[in-house]
């Protein structure tokens, strides 16, 4: 069965801190490795990724994907309170639509 | 809003009561999903659309579960003799062939009483 494994579970850090979010997965037929960001509704996507090495960046957040190891990396720089949320890792297969998530790293930024 | 539009946001229901969700995708995005996500977990597919024919559906998606979207492009959700087990909130995405990633609704949260 597909497994997407995050840690930590929950994180908490003061403004100004960088963070690294982990993302492990086993998963047969491997198509890309997607990250999304919760607040209280639903997830917006940040990024997708499908090679591995090729770092991915938006503003202050990026993340990279090791195909080798089966893991990703979400870095998040210079934190701000509007970053708190829950950070989901999710796998697609090739040749399947569905996507499983992982449970998801709820960062907290406090001022 | 030319996002992802759910309604209704809120549905609270008795136990054994049927109930049914809409889901209105951007417009020109020709892929549905259907996701369930309970408090502490991350989204658990359930069903996908391209354009009205359903082409994945999960084995959580139990026969008192049916979704449809005729003429695609709103879907329907219908939950058949609803069970506590079946609160949760119930997330429809959309996306265009080729795109990278979905973009998700605001979700309709069940509450079986």
């Known amino acids: 069965e597909d497994k997407v494994v995050q840690s930590p579970l929950s994180l908490v850090v003061h403004e100004g801190d960088t963070v690294t979010l982990n993302c492990s997965y086993e998963?047969?037929?491997?198509?890309?490795l997607l990250w999304y960001k919760q607040e209280k509704k639903a997830p917006t996507f940040l990024f997708m990724l499908?090679?591995?090495?090729i770092e991915k960046k938006s503003g202050r957040l990026s993340s990279i994907l090791d195909k080798k190891e089966l893991f990703s990396i979400l870095n998040i720089t210079a934190t701000q309170t509007g970053d708190s949320a829950v950070y989901l890792c999710?796998?697609?297969?090739?040749?399947?639509?569905?996507?499983?998530f992982g449970i998801g790293t709820k960062l907290q930024v406090i001022p | 809003d030319t996002g992802v539009s759910q309604d209704p946001r809120h549905k609270i229901t008795k136990r054994g009561q049927n109930v049914t969700f809409r889901c209105d995708p951007i417009?020109?995005?020709?892929?549905l999903y259907w996701y369930r996500q309970t408090l502490g977990q991350g989204p658990e597919f359930l069903t996908y659309?391209?354009?009205?024919?359903?082409?994945?559906k999960s084995r959580l998606l139990s026969d008192r579960f049916s979704a449809e979207r005729p003429k695609g492009s709103f879907s329907t959700l219908e939950i058949q003799r609803t069970e506590q087990g079946d609160s949760a909130m119930y997330l429809c995405?959309?996306?265009?062939?080729?795109?990278?990633?979905?973009?998700f609704g605001s979700g309709t949260r069940l509450t079986v009483v």
């Open positions: 659309f391209q354009n009205e024919a359903q082409l994945e």
């Open positions: 499908t090679s591995s090495g």
């Open positions: 999710a796998v697609e297969k090739r040749g399947y639509q569905k996507v499983t």
């Open positions: 998963v047969t037929n491997f198509r890309s």
């Open positions: 417009s020109e995005h020709n892929r």
């Open positions: 995405a959309s996306s265009r062939t080729g795109d990278g990633g979905y973009t």
